[in-house]
């Protein structure tokens, strides 16, 4: 059973605060809306810092990407970096041409597959990488594919609590034989190969400026506010780190919004009428009318409320000794938010399992962090960065999957057999592929 589902039933019997010690390690497990407000709004200084754990800070070159990398100033100026030269909402209004060619590229090719199966998961992905890459690194690369199957993998390997992290008096004896610290190494050495290469191809070459030009150059000390330059090692951290959390969320999120709608055929129709309504004068999709698709923003939402990507958030750890309802917590305590669960809490949704798109119609509830009922992005310092970057690759898609296409079952199974259940990992992907029949809607 992964772990957020355990740890539910867990909290429906000892309640939205738990205390576990995990070997020698304190852990605090969160499953309220009025306790993850408590750790990250109200004393979210106190828990706005990453544990240093062994498989994360051997993918993310000693945890000095964004997402691992410890509470200070290295990680405050390269998020920053980051969001002005790729995640802010105007660098994401530059990428439109970028995610409408690729999108363009999904169509097509299951336009040569019309009558037969497609794997929409796999194709969904290829897609979302193009796109990443391209407007993270400039050019889709060759070596994509390895990757995307390299993150199927280390994302099932970061689904477990390693051992050597719950005993760190002899984390060194433990780590030399933690079998999953050897494959990730091997995993790792195949995308360094590759992420070098798109450094050196930077450095010799003068294109469009990118982010990875923009870093390249804390190399030289020009107005460097990082302090000490960034090393190849650091960028290749941050490029990784970008491509990864960019690329595996939002395919995912497609994924499971198509698989809603499969298994839920009214909210499919409704879907593609506004779709086909919107977009029928143009006879395709583009982003220009994107902000009028409000059923289709309302199901990405119910999506994000059932399927939250990172079900209990990056973990976090806190710094000092605090309290929290009247409990005394020990400093560097680990914390996790089991943002699934909450999500999912009959006291605070009507018909909680059921998918209901129209609960987000006319609603002020947002995913921005406020409203800690429903934080598929996180909240405070450490929220995801990359909301405005996120939205464009989800819709863009979905909208355009409705437009063109309507979808049939293989092999004569009904709607309600579509399967959702989940594979064991860091991020909530849909443990079998999605293949459908695409027919082509000739307008
Ligand atoms: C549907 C899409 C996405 C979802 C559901 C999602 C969700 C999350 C969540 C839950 C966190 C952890 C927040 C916390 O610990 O409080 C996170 C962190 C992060 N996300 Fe996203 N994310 C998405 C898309 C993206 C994209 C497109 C990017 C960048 C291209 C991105 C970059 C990051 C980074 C760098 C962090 C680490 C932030 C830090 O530690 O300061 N994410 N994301």
Same mark, same amino acid.
């Given at each position: 059973m992964p772990h957020h589902h355990c740890l539910k039933v867990l909290a429906e019997k000892y309640g939205p605060l738990m205390y576990l010690k995990l070997g020698e390690v304190p852990y605090i497990v969160v499953t309220s809306p009025e306790i993850a407000k408590e750790v990250m709004k109200t004393q979210d200084l106190n828990f706005c810092d990453r544990p240093n754990l062994l498989l994360p800070t051997i993918f993310s070159y000693n945890a000095t990407d964004i997402a691992f990398s410890p509470y200070g100033d290295y990680w405050r100026q390269l998020r920053k970096i980051c969001i002005v030269e790729l995640l802010s909402l105007k660098r994401v209004q530059s990428f439109r041409s970028i995610r409408e060619e690729e999108v363009s590229k999904l169509v097509k090719s299951i336009s040569t597959c019309e009558g037969s199966i497609v794997n929409l998961t796999d194709n969904i992905f290829s897609m979302t990488y193009g796109?990443?890459?391209?407007?993270?690194?400039?050019?889709?690369?060759k070596h994509q594919q390895v990757f995307k199957t390299a993150m199927e993998e280390i994302v099932i390997l970061f689904g477990g609590?390693?051992?050597?992290?719950?005993?760190?008096?002899?984390?060194?004896?433990?780590? #030399? @034989?933690?079998?999953? /610290?050897t494959r990730l190494e091997k995993l790792c050495r195949?995308?360094?190969?590759? %992420?070098?290469? *798109? +450094?050196?191809?930077?450095?010799?070459?003068?294109?469009?400026?990118?982010?990875?030009?923009?870093?390249?150059?804390?190399q030289h000390g020009n107005n460097d506010p990082l302090q000490n330059h960034l090393t190849d090692d650091n960028i290749k951290a941050v490029i990784q780190d970008l491509f990864t959390a960019g690329s595996e969320t939002s395919s995912g999120?497609?994924?499971?919004?198509?698989?809603?709608?499969?298994?839920?055929?009214?909210?499919?129709?409704?879907?593609?009428?506004?779709?086909? #309504? @919107?977009?029928?004068? /143009?006879?395709?999709?583009?982003?220009?009318?994107?902000?009028?698709?409000?059923? %289709?923003?309302? *199901? +990405?939402?119910?999506?994000?409320?059932?399927?939250?990507?990172?079900?209990?958030?990056?973990?976090?750890?806190?710094r000092e000794r605090c309290e929290i309802n009247g409990h005394e917590i020990p400093a560097k305590t680990r914390v996790a938010v089991n943002i699934w669960a909450i999500a999912r809490d009959p006291n605070h949704w009507d018909e909680a399992e059921s998918f209901k798109p129209e609960r987000f119609v006319n609603s002020t509830f947002d995913f921005k962090g406020t409203n800690f009922e429903y934080i598929p992005f996180g909240a405070g310092r450490?929220?995801?960065?990359?909301?405005?970057?996120?939205?464009?690759?989800?819709?863009?898609?979905?909208?355009?999957?409705?437009?063109?296409?309507?979808?049939?079952?293989?092999?004569?199974?009904?709607n309600e057999e579509v399967d959702m259940s989940e594979s064991f990992g860091f991020t909530l992907r849909k443990k079998s592929d999605l293949c459908l029949i695409p027919i082509t809607r000739r307008p």
């Open positions: 796109i990443t890459a391209r407007a993270v690194f400039g050019k889709r690369t609590f390693c051992i050597a992290d719950l005993y760190p008096s002899i984390r060194m004896l433990l780590q #030399r @034989v933690s079998r999953a /610290k195949e995308t360094d190969r590759i %992420l070098q290469d *798109i +450094i050196n191809d930077h450095r010799s070459s003068h294109e469009d400026e990118d982010l990875v030009d923009v870093l390249l150059k804390f999120t497609v994924v499971w919004a198509m698989s809603e709608m499969v298994k839920n055929p009214k909210v499919m129709e409704e879907a593609q009428s506004e779709v086909r #309504r @919107v977009f029928g004068r /143009k006879r395709y999709v583009d982003e220009t009318e994107l902000h009028q698709l409000i059923y %289709l923003k309302a *199901i +990405i939402k119910e999506t994000l409320r059932l399927h939250p990507l990172i079900p209990l958030l990056v973990p976090r750890e806190s450490r929220m995801c960065p990359g909301i405005a970057f996120a939205l464009p690759n989800v819709e863009l898609p979905l909208a355009t999957l409705l437009y063109h296409f309507d979808w049939k079952l293989h092999n004569g199974m009904k």
